[in-house]
């Protein structure tokens, strides 16, 4: 079995404040606003990529932000949310998947609790702290680089991982990443090939367990030794696009 695991923002869809052409459709509405677009081509593509193998999206999102999301390309049975921390199966949580992933963050309680402390007391956070599902944790800020650094100097690396993506600020277990669900996943269907396309620090262990990775021209987060493929978009061309057309390549 093959699986096409991908992220999603940034990566098959963008948000209105990305230029991906005019011939594109909206697949996101957040209090009646038109948020986040695929191309047409897009579109197109992944129709095909469902129809021939089996879609798999990973996302840092919520199950509430997942959810919000329609491509309109019928139901997808199987989706990784909260970093893999979750696994929708036909939209309902499989709890046994989420009990192991409790187990798994279980070691680094103390470290969130502790990121949660410096969050609160943090002048530049501009949002509520957040404990996603118990998984990890979540806020803003306006200084998101300084807020990184700080946490990066109090907090244990060897447990947690920090990340930003703009103004946003996350705290997760090191046991709790893309690539730790990507083998997972490979177990709970038996799939014995795997291709993986993101963006993002987020995705450097999704990409790293795969067999075939996808990442844009600008990619800048380093991977560690790899035995897979690492395809490069080319620079100008939509990433979503190339990463459709790769990998119904390879699906012939």
Not at 160 to 178: A, C, M, Q, R, T
């Amino acid at each position: 079995m093959t699986l096409f695991t991908s992220d999603l923002d940034n990566t098959l869809i963008y948000s209105y404040k990305h230029d991906i052409g005019g011939k594109k459709r909206n697949v996101e509405l957040y209090q009646g606003r038109e948020i986040s677009f695929v191309t047409e081509k897009t579109y197109s593509l992944l129709q095909e990529v469902k129809r021939r193998t089996l879609f798999v999206p990973v996302t840092t999102r919520s199950v509430e932000q997942y959810k919000r999301i329609d491509f309109g390309i019928g139901d997808i049975r199987y989706v990784l949310v909260c970093n893999g921390g979750l696994l929708l199966v036909d939209g309902e949580k499989d709890l046994s998947w989420y009990a192991a992933s409790l187990d798994f963050v279980k070691p680094c309680l103390d470290e969130l609790s502790r990121g949660m402390e410096i969050l609160e007391k943090e002048p530049t956070r501009k949002f509520e702290i957040r404990f996603i599902e118990n998984l990890f944790v979540f806020t803003k800020c306006s200084a998101p680089e300084k807020m990184i650094a700080v946490l990066k100097n109090q907090l244990d690396e060897n447990l947690v991982d920090v990340f930003n993506n703009g103004e946003k600020i996350y705290v997760l277990p090191k046991s709790l990443d893309k690539g730790s669900a990507i083998r997972r996943f490979r177990k709970y269907l038996g799939a014995d090939f795997v291709i993986s396309a993101g963006d993002s620090e987020f995705d450097v262990p999704m990409i790293e367990n795969a067999d075939i990775g996808l990442i844009p021209s600008d990619f800048n987060w380093r991977l560690g030794s790899l035995k897979n493929k690492i395809l490069r978009n080319v620079p100008g061309k939509i990433f979503s696009d190339f990463v459709l057309e790769k990998t119904l390549e390879f699906l012939v």
